[in-house]
């Protein structure tokens, strides 16, 4: 399940929420305003940045099945 962090537009509170429904109400912990930023930038460049490191070395290795052409599946 994703958590994202908000930033509450009217007292700046920072809080995380698990987000199932992004059409979904979220309010201020704080304050119980319903006006807040997400903040998507931290997690999701991480997540970026983790899964093309971890997906290049993959392809351009090779070591083992060639992926069909010798014919040993
Ligand atoms: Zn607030």
């Known amino acids: 399940m994703p958590i994202y962090e908000y930033i509450c537009d009217n007292c700046k509170n920072e809080f995380e929420k698990i987000v199932i429904n992004k059409q ?32 290049t070395p993959q392809s ?7 992926g069909g052409g010798c014919g040993c599946h």
């Open 24 to 55: 979904q109400e979220i309010a201020c912990p704080k304050c119980a305003s319903k006006k807040a930023t997400i903040q998507l930038s931290v997690f999701s460049s991480a997540v970026a940045a983790g899964s093309a490191k971890s997906f």
């Open 60 to 66: 351009s290795g090779g070591g083992g099945c060639c």
